[in-house]
């Protein structure tokens, strides 16, 4: 609690001398206090405080003025109201303010102190939040640094260009910015191949990945492997295009080399071999090198993949390279259909996870060539490695954190409603195994594990006392209560970000119903995104088997009861049958995360 400071708000001194006592006895010390709103606003506006308690009425400037004034500050401020809000024009204004918690006067210590600690963890998973963000921003930076970086408005008019990209094409940023993207295009280049580019990122509004030959403004060209993604509004138009590029010139020029030099005759020996050698000095420098027979016994290594793997030269030489590869490899039979394709004389690009002696993974940008002698027979393996280790170990980290992120966001939804420590990690692990038994692939079923997390974000617009209610809402409560579907779409729509779009979806149909009688919008059936159907079963599962402010938690009879009843109803027949074969399964779970 250290790290946490509060402005409480109250013209009551009598109120104030106990809520110091209270404050005092539970060891909150970091605490600054205004006797009226103006005061309060003026003090805000001088120092950063994570949490403002005010009472609404008071002189000068209540409560609700006060809010008024530091949202248009601070939208995202935690704020506790400390009021009886006697009426119910007072609490819908209240709601209408968003404010986080409600504590009800005369105060109750217990009620008071427990309340200011749910603040703390908010604020607290508020600041990690933000530290996340922070973190991104430094990755994005760090690629910035390390990638070869354009953007380009709608037309492919250049909007921005990183220091790397002037450095590879020899233009300034001066003489780009404003100019088409084909100012560096090489005439040399198959026009189809940016026909299907722009047909892939406007029309289809997909990334185009390929390999591109540009030309550099003094004349030469340069070879990138180049990613080009659209970035879509709110509404599905493109608003701008990012390139991201790395160097791949030294590669082409190996291949054009191999093809253009090595068909000799025996007249142009001594000339070849002298070209060869120096050549061959000069890839060694550059890049690592593995040769290989044609079984993928390694016959040669260069200094650099040594350096890379942390083997000794007598410890590879004699040694199939499959045996340096990650087991991924070997279960997609990489090593295999790598083998075919060289066979058939075709060069193969890869990357390869390889495993270093420490045990480490490291990663190289492989190029594999077959090198044939002058009957045109294969005699052996060429790879050329570039070490992109610590690009894979960034992007790595850059999706952990946004992992990271959207579940501490959807921590932060089930500690305000008071619901299970681990309920959020239950109904992940519930869903990505419904996922895979409903017949999704592995990427989609981690995406629908990684996106549940946040179903119930929206209970952050929630009022307290409607969320933690102890007992069954009313009509008026229950329609409020509703709101939080459409709050957690509305949260999340915005984003382009693959975990987000898949948990707006959650967030806005997880309670829909098979009839067509949920909400928000009453769909029915498989008009129901897939991720909100099988969500809904996953959270209604946990959410009866859990103790709740309103309700105790129900036994497995009369949950597997209801769900047979409500199977065709409100849970869609096909995925409810699937988690009732195989029921063992969805116990084991809650049995491994029992709260």
Not at 149 to 159: E, M
Request: include cysteine.
């Amino acid at each position: 609690m250290d790290n946490i400071n509060i402005l409480y708000v109250e013209d009551e001194q009598s109120v104030i001398q106990f809520v110091k006592i209270l404050f005092k006895k539970n060891k909150i010390s970091n605490v600054e206090y205004a006797s009226n709103g103006q005061e309060a606003l003026e003090i805000y506006k001088k120092d950063n405080f994570d949490i403002i308690m005010t009472d609404m009425m008071m002189p000068v400037m209540d409560g609700f003025e006060l809010i008024e004034n530091i949202k248009n500050i601070n939208p995202d401020q935690i704020f506790i109201m400390v009021t009886g809000l006697e009426n119910r024009e007072d609490l819908i204004k209240a709601i209408t303010l968003r404010v986080n918690y409600f504590i009800e006067k005369p105060l109750n210590p217990k009620k008071f102190i427990s309340t200011v600690n749910e603040a703390y963890d908010m604020a607290n998973k508020k600041k990690d939040y933000e530290l996340s963000n922070l973190l991104l921003t430094q990755y994005k930076q760090a690629i910035d640094e390390t990638t070869i970086v354009s953007k380009t408005d709608p037309r492919g008019i250049i909007t921005f260009v990183n220091d790397k990209f002037c450095e590879i094409s020899g233009y300034t940023k001066e003489e780009l910015i404003g100019k088409p993207q084909n100012i560096v295009r090489d005439p040399q280049m198959d026009p189809s191949v940016f026909e299907f580019m722009w047909f892939t990122i406007k029309e289809l509004k997909q990334t185009w990945t390929g390999e591109v030959r540009n030309r550099k403004k003094e004349g030469g060209y340069y070879w990138v492997q180049a990613s080009v993604s659209p970035i879509l509004d709110t509404k599905g138009e493109v608003i701008e295009y990012i390139g991201l590029r790395t160097d791949i010139t030294q590669q082409h020029k190996m291949k054009e080399y191999f093809e253009n030099q090595l068909n000799i005759s025996v007249k142009q020996f001594d000339g070849a071999l002298n070209l060869s050698k120096q050549y061959e000095e000069c890839i060694d420098k550059t890049n690592a090198i593995l040769r290989t027979d044609t079984q993928n016994i390694i016959t040669y290594v260069n200094d650099k993949f040594l350096q890379a793997s942390g083997f000794e030269k007598e410890e590879l030489i004699g040694l199939n390279c499959s045996e340096l590869r990650d087991q991924t490899h070997i279960e997609n039979g990489d090593c295999i259909k790598l083998l075919e394709q060289l066979e058939n004389k075709e060069y193969v690009s890869i990357i390869f996870k390889n495993i270093a002696k420490c045990g480490k993974a490291f990663y190289m940008d492989t190029i594999v060539y077959p090198i044939e002698d002058s009957d045109g027979n294969i005699i052996e393996h060429l790879q050329l490695m570039h070490n992109i280790t610590e690009i894979v170990e960034l992007n790595q980290e850059i999706e952990d954190t946004q992992k990271e992120v959207v579940f501490t966001m959807g921590a932060i939804g089930e500690t305000r409603s008071k619901e299970t420590g681990n309920h959020v990690k239950r109904v992940a692990e519930y869903s990505y195994l419904l996922a895979k038994l409903a017949g999704l692939d592995d990427k989609e079923a981690e995406l629908i594990k990684l996106a549940s997390p946040m179903h119930d974000i929206g209970k952050v617009g929630i009022p307290d006392a409607i969320l933690n209610k102890p007992g069954r809402l009313d009509k008026d409560e229950f329609e409020i209560m509703k709101d939080h579907a459409k709050i957690g779409y509305d949260m999340l729509k915005g984003s382009t970000r693959p975990i987000l779009k898949a948990s707006a979806h959650i967030a806005l149909e997880h309670h829909e119903r098979w009839d067509g009688k949920g909400y928000p919008k009453g769909k029915s059936g498989e008009d129901i995104h897939i991720y909100g159907r099988i969500t809904a079963i996953c959270d209604v599962f946990d959410a009866l088997g859990s103790d709740r402010c309103y309700k105790k938690a129900w036994d497995l009879e009369k949950i597997l009861k209801l769900f047979n009843v409500e199977k065709g109803q409100q849970f869609d027949p096909v995925l409810m049958d699937l988690f009732l074969d195989n029921l063992d399964q969805f116990l084991k779970i809650r049995d491994q995360y029992i709260d």
